[in-house]
C-alpha cells in the first residue's frame, strides 16, 4: 500500500485486505487496461512476496575462511552443531551443579532444623550463625543416600560428579558420612523463609533435589557418548524441518523453488510496435500501431489523441515495446522510460503527466524526449546524444554512456550556476548543429567540432553570445530540403532555407538569423519545418494560433520577417512548435490514399 501511495507501483486502484484468523489474504484491484501480469511481476519484484537468497558456500575452518563443496560444508557444519551441543551442555551442567549444592544445603537443614533454629536464635549476628553453622557437621540420610546410590548399571554413582566446580573438599559430604555446609549454603540457609518449613515446601525442595540429581547425570551421560550428541542433532535438525519444512502438515504457503527463474518485468511484455504521444503539456500515452493505423483508414482523420483546446501533441514515436525511452531534464538529468512503462491510452485519452514518472526535484521538468529505436536500442558508441544549454555550451556523449540505467536518473550534462538545458537530439557524427539566440543570432557548424565527451563533463562552448542574452533553441539538420522558421516576442517571424545558414566554426556569435529590431523584439523560437508542416503559436496570455507553414513565404536571413500573428495590447508571443499529428502515417501510403478518399462532407478533425 505505502509502495502505490508513493507511485513506485502504478496500476493498482485499490488494495483490500481480507486477512482473518483463517490466513492472510489480499485482494488487490487493478485500473482499466492494465496488464495483471505486470502488476503481479512488480509485486515480486518491489515487495517481498517473492524473495530470493544465495547460499555463501564458505566456512571458517581452523580460523581460515575455506570454500566447501556440499559434502565439507555438512561435515563443518555438523561439528559446529557438536561444539555447540557440548558447550549448551557443560553451560546447563555448571547451572544444575549450583542449583543442587543449594539444594543439597536446604535438604541438610530440614534435616536439622531444630538443631538450625536454635543457633540461628542464639546468634547475636547474622554472620556469628553463618561461621557457627559452617563449622558443624550435619547428617541427613536423604542426602547420603543420594550421593551414594546406586545407578541403573551397576556402577556406583560419584559424589564429586555432583560438586560445583572449584568447590573446596573441605565442603560437602565427607569421609565420614557427614556433611559440612560451604558459604552459600550457609548463606541461603540464613535467607530461607520460614513458609519453606512447611511440610508442602519441604516436599517441594526434596523433589527438586531430585530432579536436579536426575539432570546431572543425564548431562553426564550426553558428555561420555559421542553418539548421544548425535542424536540431538538429528532431533534438533528434524524439529526444525517439522517446523520450517515444506513436507509438514499443511504445507507453507512460501514455497521454496530450487532455481527459481529470475524474471524482469519486461520478459512478461510482448514485443509490439507502439505510437507513443507526448502534449505539449506533458501528457504520455501510448496505442498499439495497428490501433493508430486503423483509426486513419476509418476516416477519423490525424487526431492521434484527444487534447484539450491548449493542448496539443508535440512529439510522436513509433518504437518497440522493449525500446527506451530518454527523458531529459531542464537540469541537465536524464531519466530512462521503456515505452511498455508508458500508460497505454485509447484514442480518447490525455495519457499521464510524464513529471508523475520519475522522481524529479522541485523545479525541475522534462523538456526532451529521445526515442531509441532500431539501432540505437542497443545503445551503439558510434551513435551520440549532442546537447546544448542556455549558456551557450554543447557536449556530444557516445550513446553507450547511457547504456546503464538508474531509477533514480543520472547527470548528463553537468550545468553552471543558472544555465539550463535547452535541447538534446541523437547523431550519427555526420550532421550539422545548429544554434539560435535570443539576440537574432545563429550558429551552424559540423558536429565533429564537439568531441565527444564523458557523462560529467561540462561540455565545450558552442556559441558566444553576449551580456544579457542566451540561446532558446538547438537544432540538428536532417537535410538541405529544410527551412529554418523564427520567431519573435512581437509576433513576427519567417521562414528561411537551411542552405542560407552557411557552416561556420563553433564558439562564435555567429550570423543574423533574423534582425533584432524595436519592431521584433527578442527572438523567442527557431524550428525546422518544411512547407507541409503546421505550427502552433503561443502567447503568454494563453492564446493559441495554428497555422500551416505554407502560408508564411521564405525570406532572406538579414529581412526582418512577416507578421505570424496579431497580438493583443502587452500581449507577447512566448513560442512556436510544429505540430506532429500526421508523423506516424507518412510512409504508410495506403493509409494517405484511404483518408485522401474521405468524402468531401465528412468534416476533418483538426
Not at 296 to 315: F, L
Not at 564 to 576: M, P, Q, V
Not at 578 to 591: K, Q, S, T, Y
Request: with cysteine.
Amino acid at each position: 500500500a505505502e509502495l502505490v501511495h508513493e507511485k513506485k507501483i502504478e496500476g493498482i486502484s485499490h488494495i483490500q485486505d481480507e486477512s482473518d484468523k483463517s490466513g492472510m489474504r489480499v485482494v488487490i484491484e487493478l485500473k482499466r487496461g492494465e496488464v495483471p501480469e505486470v502488476v503481479l511481476n512488480n509485486l515480486y519484484k518491489q515487495t517481498q512476496l517473492q524473495d530470493t537468497f544465495g547460499m555463501n558456500m564458505v566456512a571458517l575452518i581452523d580460523g581460515q575462511p575455506k570454500l566447501c563443496n556440499l559434502k565439507d560444508l555438512i561435515q563443518v557444519f555438523l561439528q559446529h552443531r557438536r561444539e555447540v551441543v557440548t558447550r549448551r551442555t557443560v553451560f546447563e551442567l555448571r547451572k544444575a551443579r549450583d542449583r543442587g549444592h543449594v539444594l543439597e544445603g536446604l535438604a541438610v537443614a530440614l534435616a536439622n532444623i531444630d538443631d538450625f533454629i536454635a543457633i540461628i536464635r542464639n546468634a547475636p549476628t547474622p554472620p556469628v550463625a553463618k561461621a557457627e553453622l559452617m563449622t558443624r557437621a550435619w547428617d541427613s540420610q536423604m542426602v547420603r543416600t543420594m550421593l551414594t546410590r546406586a545407578r541403573d548399571d551397576g556402577s556406583v554413582v560419584n559424589a564429586d560428579d555432583y560438586r560445583p566446580e572449584g568447590l573446596e573438599r573441605e565442603y560437602g559430604l565427607g569421609q565420614d558420612g557427614l556433611y559440612r555446609l560451604s558459604d552459600t549454603q550457609a548463606q541461603e540457609i540464613l535467607q530461607m523463609r520460614l513458609q519453606r518449613l512447611t511440610g508442602l515446601e519441604q516436599d517441594k525442595i526434596v523433589a527438586e533435589y531430585k530432579e536436579v540429581m536426575s539432570v546431572i547425570e543425564d548431562l553426564l551421560d550426553i558428555l561420555a557418548k559421542p553418539e548421544r550428541v548425535s542424536t540431538i542433532i538429528g532431533d534438533e535438525l528434524g524439529t526444525v524441518r517439522q517446523e520450517f519444512g515444506q513436507t509438514k502438515i499443511g504445507a507453507r504457503r512460501s514455497q521454496i523453488e530450487h532455481s527459481a527463474q529470475d524474471l524482469s518485468t519486461e520478459d512478461l511484455i510482448t514485443p509490439t510496435d507502439m505510437v507513443v504521444t507526448l502534449s505539449h503539456s506533458g501528457y504520455i500515452k501510448s496505442q498499439p500501431l495497428s490501433e493508430y493505423r486503423a483509426q486513419k483508414r476509418g476516416g477519423r482523420g490525424k487526431q492521434a489523441a484527444a487534447t484539450k483546446e491548449d493542448d496539443w501533441i508535440d512529439q510522436l514515436f513509433i518504437a518497440n515495446t522493449h525500446d527506451y525511452l530518454l527523458c531529459f531534464s531542464n537540469r541537465g538529468r536524464l531519466y530512462w522510460l521503456k515505452v511498455w512503462e508508458v500508460p497505454a491510452g485509447s484514442r480518447g485519452s490525455r495519457g499521464r503527466p510524464i513529471v508523475n514518472m520519475f522522481p524529479l526535484q522541485e523545479g525541475e521538468k522534462i523538456n526532451v524526449v529521445l526515442a531509441l529505436t532500431g539501432e540505437a536500442r542497443t545503445f551503439p558508441e558510434n551513435q551520440y546524444v549532442f546537447m546544448g544549454t542556455s549558456m551557450g555550451t554543447v557536449k556530444k556523449t557516445s550513446l553507450d554512456e547511457f547504456s546503464n540505467p538508474r531509477k533514480g536518473g543520472i547527470i548528463a550534462v553537468n550545468l553552471d550556476e543558472g544555465d539550463y538545458l535547452i535541447g538534446a537530439a541523437l547523431t550519427d557524427g555526420q550532421h550539422d548543429v545548429m544554434l539560435f539566440s535570443d539576440g537574432g543570432k545563429a550558429v551552424r557548424f559540423d558536429e565533429n567540432d564537439v568531441r565527444p565527451l564523458g557523462r560529467s563533463a561540462r561540455g565545450v562552448r558552442g556559441m558566444m553570445i553576449e551580456e544579457g542574452q542566451s540561446v532558446i533553441a538547438m537544432l540538428v539538420a536532417e537535410d538541405e530540403t529544410q527551412s529554418v522558421l523564427t520567431a519573435t516576442e512581437n509576433g513576427y517571424g519567417k521562414r528561411t532555407s537551411i542552405v542560407e545558414y552557411t557552416r561556420h566554426g563553433r564558439g562564435t556569435k555567429g550570423m543574423i538569423a533574423i534582425q533584432q529590431s524595436e519592431r521584433n523584439g527578442k527572438v523567442v523560437a527557431a524550428t525546422l519545418v518544411h512547407a507541409d508542416d503546421e505550427i502552433m503559436l503561443i502567447t503568454d496570455t494563453g492564446v493559441l494560433v495554428r497555422t500551416r507553414v505554407a502560408e508564411i513565404r521564405e525570406l532572406g536571413r538579414a529581412t526582418q520577417g512577416v507578421t505570424l500573428i496579431n497580438l493583443d495590447e502587452g500581449a507577447k508571443l512566448s513560442g512556436l512548435q510544429r505540430i506532429v499529428e500526421n508523423d506516424a502515417n507518412a510512409n504508410d501510403p495506403e493509409a494517405d490514399a484511404e483518408e485522401g478518399s474521405t468524402d468531401d462532407n465528412t468534416p476533418a478533425a483538426e
